[in-house]
């Protein structure tokens, strides 16, 4: 994408997904697709007549089989009523774009959202997505209902905010400020299998909160306002290792 164009976007809302303009060419991971596709859609909708800025700030974003997601505190994006989460599908709107809701959204803050086998999981601090109970946690399929999208629960969700999501190994790394996640007890960090919905917790988790999730060629790690992971020192950044705890996994300081 024109990058002039890109920085004036994301100039008008503040970041993307909590990364400054400066440091918008160095984004990757799960929210903003390492090959841009995100920011060339971004681009795109800057471009669109229908392209209308959010009422308010925009907090996360997500890439979705073409499909731009964008979430934060609107309740208006384009000229559409759309309550903190709305799709810019390029291919709307007799092929110059639109925005469109997804259904009646979520009734609190998105912090991080990801997609995973054609679904979007989104996290927060919310507690309904669609009108339904759904605490910080949800999922919304573009291709339920007919085709016309619809929210669903994860389990019983988390007692906590979720801030960041990431897949490791098929499974959805959630970290955030919670200490059960699924009914299981979790120290700010714990795994989904999309599959099943089955959550677990990943070793014995964290003394304080889990902001960030990254899956590289390095592996899984975290970060956030911790300092140590039960009796071993972390200091804000820790990598998951799958031989502790005696084969079970467990996090390990990172430096």
Do not use: C
Not at 152 to 157: F, K, L, Q, T, Y
Not at 187 to 214: C, E, K, Y
């Amino acid at each position: 994408p024109d990058e002039a164009l890109v920085a004036l976007m994301v100039n008008e809302i503040d970041a993307v997904d909590g990364v400054s303009v400066e440091d918008v060419r160095a984004i990757e991971g799960d929210r903003v697709d390492p090959d841009l596709t995100a920011l060339a859609l971004l681009a795109e909708v800057a471009e669109s007549n229908a392209g209308e800025r959010p009422t308010t700030r925009v907090t996360a974003l997500a890439e979705l089989d073409g499909r731009l997601y964008a979430a934060g505190m609107f309740t208006t994006i384009g000229g559409v009523p759309a309550n903190r989460i709305a799709v810019w599908d390029p291919a709307a709107g007799s092929g110059v774009g639109a925005w469109s809701a997804l259904g009646s959204g979520v009734n609190g803050g998105v912090e991080t959202m990801l997609g995973v086998g054609g679904r979007l999981y989104v996290g927060g601090s919310f507690t309904t997505a669609g009108g339904g109970s759904a605490s910080r946690i949800a999922v919304w399929d573009p291709a339920a209902a007919g085709g016309a999208g619809a929210w669903s629960a994860v389990g019983s969700g988390t007692n906590g905010t979720v801030w960041s999501l990431a897949v490791h190994e098929a499974q959805v790394v959630v970290g955030g400020d919670f200490t059960v996640a699924g009914g299981v007890a979790a120290a700010r960090v714990a795994r989904l299998d999309p599959s099943t919905g089955i959550w677990s917790s990943m070793g014995v988790g964290f003394n304080d909160i889990v902001r960030a999730v990254h899956v590289g060629s390095t592996g899984l790690h975290v970060g956030g306002d911790f300092t140590a992971s039960g009796a071993i020192s972390t200091r804000r950044i820790a990598r998951w290792d799958p031989t502790a705890g005696g084969g079970a996994g467990g996090w390990v300081r990172k430096g």
